[in-house]
């Protein structure tokens, strides 16, 4: 992690649990985790060890049962539903395994979806900020196609402008490679690398049960029994692929 940037993210003992089958299952069971600007992380996990719950949390889409989650000085706990949504829009950005991009939009019209509740820009300013975003991923070309008109790499580029557009402080990556072959995945993974690199105070989360892909984080932690502690990255790389 770095050693001067501002914290942007923090979890403090934060828990959560589930009613299945008529039992309790705890995927976090006291989780902490700082995240400061800048931050690559990878976070891994067995499958079923809670690693989409802790996603959830950290990017404000549940709530925890307990402990803090503290997002750029702001204790989310102590803020509304509407007040939380409006803030993850301004602070989040998420790119997901399966893209989540809407069929009947064009490319440009999916990746200004997030701004739509942003009441501080104005439609033109929407347009050039999913415009803009769309061509930092090579894309631009592009604006005015549907999903079906794009190949699986060129969906989740679009994905990824969709939360650059939104100008995050924090990536969260969700197997972002997942629905990808190799090559493509690793051509997205780049762009997105390149995208941080320039931009030094973007923190970067991913999540991901791929330990190569993993050990190309700057620090890494493996969620097991609802904790979360550090992996060396050498470990990492050297584990091949989980499940």
């Known amino acids: 992690m770095s050693e001067s940037g501002a914290e942007v993210l923090a979890l403090r003992e934060v828990g959560k649990s589930f009613a299945v089958g008529g039992h309790r299952v705890e995927p976090l069971k006291g989780a902490s985790l700082t995240v400061t600007e800048g931050d690559y992380v990878s976070i891994v996990g067995p499958s079923g060890s809670g690693k989409s719950t802790l996603l959830h949390v950290l990017g404000c889409l549940e709530r925890p049962d307990w402990g803090v989650v503290r997002i750029g000085g702001t204790e989310t706990g102590q803020l509304t539903d509407d007040d939380l949504s409006a803030f993850r829009g301004r602070v989040l950005g998420f790119v997901f395994q ?39 991923v090579g894309l631009a070309a592009h604006a005015d196609h549907r999903p079906r008109q794009l190949s699986g790499g060129q969906q989740q580029r679009v994905a990824i402008a969709r939360a650059l557009a939104v100008r995050p402080r924090i990536l969260l990556l969700d197997e972002p490679t997942g629905n990808l072959d190799p090559d493509t995945g690793a051509s997205v993974m780049g762009i997105i690398e390149a995208l941080r690199n320039a931009d030094p105070s973007l923190a970067v989360i991913l999540v991901t049960h791929d330990m190569e892909l993993a050990a190309r984080a700057e620090s890494c932690y493996r969620l097991e029994h609802g904790v979360l502690t550090g992996v060396p990255l050498v470990q990492a790389g050297s584990a091949g692929g989980g499940a």
């Open 98 to 136: 399966r893209f989540h991009l809407v069929d009947r939009m064009t490319a440009l019209r999916n990746v200004a979806m997030p701004l739509d509740y942003r009441d501080d820009l104005s439609p033109e300013e929407r347009r050039d900020r999913a415009y803009e975003a769309l061509e930092r």
